[in-house]
């Protein structure tokens, strides 16, 4: 747990979010600012804060794609298809820093990113 971080504060039902899955070691909310129709994070309970500090734990990765494979289907977004999206750092894009598997959909996604 780290204490000024905002998904250990979801974690621990501090900050109210939507969760849409929940296991022993994973949950998945929705996100506040959506990017596209379906726009889920996928976040391990336990505080990474990027994929690197994760690579320890490759178990805990494979269940957190499951999760993504799961709500994908769940959510009706299977078929047409989907974005995964894991930022990483200051060129990566990333703003939060815990560990987190953006899943959006629902729209189509340009390639490459911008
Ligand atoms: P990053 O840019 O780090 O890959 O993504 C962080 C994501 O977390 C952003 O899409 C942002 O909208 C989302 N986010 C930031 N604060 C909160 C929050 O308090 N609750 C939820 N549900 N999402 C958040
Ligand atoms: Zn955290």
Not at 37 to 55: F, G, Q, R, T
Not at 64 to 75: C, G, Q, Y
Request: aromatic share 8%; charged share 20%.
């Amino acid at each position: 747990m780290s204490h000024n971080c905002i998904f250990c504060k979801i974690v621990g039902r501090s900050i109210i979010s939507t969760i849409l899955y929940e296991d022993a070691r994973i949950l998945a909310f929705e996100d506040t600012k959506p990017q596209a129709p379906i726009h889920i994070l996928v976040i391990p309970k336990v505080h990474y804060s990027n994929i690197l500090e994760a690579a320890e734990d490759m178990p805990l990765l494979g269940d957190m794609l499951t999760a993504v494979m799961r709500l994908a289907r769940e959510k009706g977004i299977a078929d047409d298809g989907f974005r995964t999206v894991i930022n990483t750092g200051p060129n990566g894009g990333q703003t939060v820093y815990h560990l987190h598997i953006h899943l959006l959909g629902g729209r189509f996604f340009k390639w490459p990113p911008g």
